[in-house]
């Protein structure tokens, strides 16, 4: 018993769920995607098999609907579902069974699909679409974007516990470790949504230090600085992307602007000292000793 979203993203191709519910780790058993082939959640009095055999449906080059009407064709169960497809193509199929209990319901639009059961009232999976066709940004914000109008309008009658959401590229590069872009989960809170939203910020900072370290390994200096300063900026409260912010600034023979870094970060915990010290013999950090002196003499 639920509140969610499937979705993808006309521009990038992107497809994505995002759920949230009172009940523990509600991102296990509704949430499902995968790359190049399309989206599910699977709610209500869940069917979890829905998920991997739609998904495996819509590989075979099943549209949504053809898969899903295939799935409830086979379900004694199917008036105690509630069920949503999205494939690689953006067609989008739903299901909000009979005795699914109120409030219940659902809207489609172009490429997405809200549904919500157990609804505290009948205007939920409305404002969540109404959001999610407003909002701005990539594919993940604007998932997050419909999870917090759907509680904003009154969310699960029973209140609130765990949220998720899995974000998965366009295409498949048969690398899913690659193809999978966010996948988060909050599976137990007061307040699902709003730690959600904070850890998808905290996942785009890391995003911007993964860019940057790529952009380090190819020799683009300048470009990997600016992405590690746009994840600081993100999150300014994580010490370790300002650490090895500052490492490689040393590391460049810029202690100048390694230096006041250094001092916050080592504020934070005289830990992130001692792992410098051991940067040296890992080949992580290529300072001489008089330099690594004076960057511990900030402690």
């Not at 683009?220 to 600016?226: G, R, S, V, Y």
Request: proline share 5%.
């Amino acid at each position: 018993m639920t509140f969610s979203i499937v979705a993808r993203d006309p521009q990038t191709g992107q497809l994505g769920v995002a759920v949230q519910s009172h009940w523990f780790s509600v991102g296990a058993t509704v949430a499902w995607a995968e790359a190049g082939v399309g989206a599910v959640a699977t709610q209500a009095l869940a069917e979890v098999s829905y998920g991997p055999l739609g998904l495996s449906l819509m590989q075979g080059g099943k549209p949504a609907p053809a898969a899903l009407a295939a799935l409830l064709t086979s379900d004694e169960g199917m008036a105690t579902r509630q069920v949503a497809m999205v494939d690689s193509a953006g067609r989008v199929a739903v299901h909000t069974g009979a005795r699914c209990m109120d409030y219940a319901g659902h809207e489609m639009g172009e490429g997405f699909s809200c549904q919500a059961n157990m609804m505290h009232n009948p205007t939920i999976w409305k404002a969540m679409a109404e959001a999610y066709r407003t909002a701005q940004g990539p594919l993940v914000e604007r998932l997050v974007c419909a999870l917090e109008a759907g509680q904003a309008a009154g969310g699960d009658i029973r209140g609130q516990q765990s949220a998720a959401i899995l974000v998965v590229s366009g295409t498949s590069s048969r690398r899913p470790w690659v193809d999978r872009l966010v996948e988060l989960r909050v599976e137990d809170h007061p307040q699902p949504i709003v730690e959600l939203r904070r850890l998808v910020r905290i996942h785009n900072a890391y995003d911007y230090m993964s860019a940057g370290d790529g952009y380090l390994g190819n020799g683009q200096i300048e470009l990997a600085l600016d992405a590690y300063r746009t994840a600081d900026a993100i999150a300014p409260e994580i010490a370790e992307i300002q650490f090895w912010h500052a490492v490689t600034l040393a590391d460049m023979d810029r202690l100048a602007e390694a230096l006041p870094i250094f001092k916050q970060v080592f504020l934070s915990s005289p830990n992130w000292a001692e792992l410098l010290k051991r940067l040296p013999s890992a080949g992580m950090i290529k300072v001489n000793p008089e330099t690594l002196q004076r960057i511990l003499a900030l402690l």
